[in-house]
């Protein structure tokens, strides 16, 4: 397991020399001032869908535990070679995710969601090597380059109307790091696991596959004092809770989410909230 890391790691590292390459192509032509990077480190949190021992060959499902154990030390070598399947183990995805709970495929969780954004844009950014703690979705990403090449978006293409550009551009951050957000609410849904973030609170419900989505528990986090949701506070703020879920169903409905399912299984009823005076709203 340690080796399959180790494996992992090497990859990161070719991968942030290779990036290197780019970048020292780009500044030996003369363009760096002329070019804006975003570099995202990660994707939306390591996965949960890993092998439970790396490095055991195909074919070998129904083989005990200690003969996949076997296997894998007879072929610990080949980690990390073209021709090695496998993953990072559980227990290492979950400690790349730290100290933010769960993994990729959690959209309730910032360890299924939350990612470092580096950001390389001369032209725009006063205080390099500052950081911004405003919120930003992966779709502000579009809107700020949209801003900073200063395109023009087309209103029709080939004669068809264009939907409005969704998220926010960040740009307003680059300079004034005590800025207040822009973009203030947002969906997440994987899975039919959800969750809703609006002005620093967020509110989300963990589902189990192929469970009922009535029987998924809603928990209310405070981001700004709680940014690796340790404290649920559901139970002190009912009310809270009840204004996020509603605005969730506003934007699940608005951005077509429903109906729900959770990949593996037919879709099954879910309740959903047409009225803040909708006694399951209260509940």
Do not use: C
């Not at 506003?250 to 729900?260: M, S």
């Not at 593996?264 to 909230?273: C, E, K, N, R």
């Amino acid at each position: 397991m340690a080796r399959a890391m180790e494996a992992h790691a090497g990859f990161l590292s070719q991968t942030d020399d290779e990036i290197g390459r780019v970048l020292r192509y780009v500044k030996s032509i003369g363009q760096m001032e002329n070019t804006v990077v975003l570099l995202i480190i990660g994707d939306n949190g390591a996965t949960k869908y890993t092998a439970d021992i790396p490095g055991v060959p195909d074919g070998m499902g129904s083989a005990s535990r200690q003969e996949k154990i076997k296997a894998a030390y007879d072929n610990i070598e080949k980690i990390g070679r073209k021709d090695f399947k496998g993953d990072i183990p559980l227990g290492w995805t979950q400690a790349t995710n730290a100290p933010f709970k769960l993994w990729k495929g959690d959209a309730n969780s910032e360890g299924g969601t939350h990612n470092p954004l580096i950001v390389y844009a001369p032209k725009f950014i006063k205080d390099p090597g500052g950081i911004r703690t405003q919120y930003v979705h992966l779709i502000d990403i579009w809107p700020a380059m949209i801003e900073m090449s200063k395109v023009k978006l087309p209103a029709t293409i080939n004669g068809y109307t264009q939907l409005p550009l969704e998220g926010t551009s960040f740009v307003y951050s680059f300079n004034k790091p005590d800025a207040p957000d822009r973009h203030r609410i947002q969906y997440y849904e994987t899975g039919a696991s959800r969750a809703l973030y609006k002005d620093g609170w967020k509110v989300e419900a963990y589902h189990k596959t192929g469970t009922s989505y009535k029987n998924d528990t809603w928990e209310l986090y405070d981001m700004r004092h709680d940014f690796n949701e340790r404290i649920n506070l559901a139970a002190k703020y009912p009310e809270k809770l009840k204004e996020l879920r509603i605005a969730f169903e506003i934007e699940a409905k608005k951005y077509h989410v429903y109906p729900l399912h959770d990949s593996w299984f037919p879709a099954t009823p879910y309740l959903q909230i047409s009225d803040s005076r909708d006694k399951e709203a209260q509940q």
